[in-house]
């Protein structure tokens, strides 16, 4: 079955959706035509190479990683978060 993600729209918002990799088109190695990358305090599985389509739902529902790591939420903790944005900043 094809990859599938699922996260609140509010969550969602943070997100983007990448056409373009350093001016080009998004290469099909890199998730082109289209790939969703997942705001940083959502854990990597959420992100969703060669998107096809956006499904708006009333409920999480569960994709493949997601149910293999037990967790729908998929959020990082926030001390992670805050530790990640200070090494980028060194």
Do not use: M, N
Not at 20 to 33: A, S, T, V
Not at 35 to 51: A, C, E, N
């Amino acid at each position: 079955s094809p990859y599938a993600s699922c996260v609140p729209i509010e969550q969602a918002r943070d997100g983007w959706f990448a056409l373009e990799l350093e001016g080009e088109p998004l290469p099909e190695l890199h998730g082109g035509p289209v790939r969703w990358l997942q705001p940083p305090y959502l854990w990597g599985y959420k992100g969703v190479k060669w998107v096809c389509a956006v499904h708006v739902i009333d409920h999480l529902e569960a994709g493949p990683w997601e149910t293999k790591v037990g967790d729908v939420d998929g959020t990082v903790p926030q001390g992670l978060v805050d530790r990640f944005h200070l090494l980028e900043e060194a």
